[in-house]
T-cell receptor, first 117, second 112 residues
Framework: AQKITQTQPGMFVQEKEAVTLDCTYD???????LFWYKQPSSGEMIFLIY????DEQNATEGRYSLNFQKARKSANLVISASQLGDSAMYFC??????????????WGLGTSLAVNP | DTAVSQTPKYLVTQMGNDKSIKCEQN?????MYWYKQDSKKFLKIMFS???????INETVPNRFSPKSPDKAHLNLHINSLELGDSAVYFC???????????FGQGTRLTVV
């Protein structure tokens, strides 16, 4: 069965330091996508980064990078040079992409990140 | 222009009432979704429509009825509201074969 696990309910990081948010997943499909979303206190869901299961390179988007280890089924989010505005909930999600799939996103429970000045 | 817009942003209502949440997207996407985020921040898919056709219907009470008048709109109607329906409801849209889903700002429903 599909499952996303985020084992860190809360994390603290000092401003300007890097932080890694953990995500492991479970799927029997060969074709899937992994996502990270940010939810600030204002409530909206903001797409951060995507990694496809067949992508050979780790995805990067500005200060965000995804440390994809397929054999270990992990897709950790790395935020470099943390800023105060990075304080938010972060959700890892997965979508199976095989034919006939309905493309729904399966979500982890989230990690609350607090950036200290 | 807001890509995915939901109205209202906040909704407080009494138990037993019927209410609707509206969602519109101007991205030309063919698929729209409703997600529910509970008090513990857990997100779960409720419904999805592709080209106005229902493709996902998770285990949701039949008091919840989605309606898609056209590809750009997916409304959520809830009958006989219960305390447990209090949550944040997110609308999202995507192309079915695409990667990213765009989310609305959420509707915080409080049933009292």
């Amino acid at each position: 069965a599909q499952k996303i696990t985020q084992t860190q309910p809360g994390m603290f990081v000092q401003e300007k330091e890097a932080v890694t948010l953990d995500c492991t997943y479970d799927t029997s499909d060969q074709s899937y996508g992994l996502f990270w979303y940010k939810q600030p206190s204002s409530g909206e869901m903001i797409f951060l980064i995507y990694q496809g299961s067949y992508d050979e390179q780790n995805a990067t988007e500005g200060r965000y990078s995804l440390n994809f280890q397929k054999a270990r089924k992990s897709a950790n989010l790395v935020i470099s040079a943390s800023q105060l505005g990075d304080s938010a909930m972060y959700f890892c999600a997965m979508r199976e992409l095989g034919a006939g799939n309905n493309r729904k996103l399966i979500w982890g429970l989230g990690t609350s990140l607090a950036v200290n000045p | 222009d807001t890509a995915v817009s939901q109205t209202p942003k906040y909704l407080v209502t009494q138990m037993g009432n019927d209410k609707s949440i509206k969602c519109e997207q101007n991205l030309g996407h063919d698929t729209m979704y409703w997600y529910k985020q509970d008090s513990k921040k857990f997100l779960k898919i409720m419904f999805s429509y592709n080209n106005k056709e229902l493709i996902i219907n998770e285990t949701v009470p039949n008091r919840f009825s989605p309606k898609s008048p056209d590809k750009a709109h997916l409304n959520l109607h809830i009958n006989s509201l219960e305390l447990g329906d209090s949550a944040v409801y997110f609308c999202a849209s995507s192309q079915l074969r695409a990667v990213e889903a765009f989310f609305g700002q959420g509707t915080r429903l409080t049933v009292v």
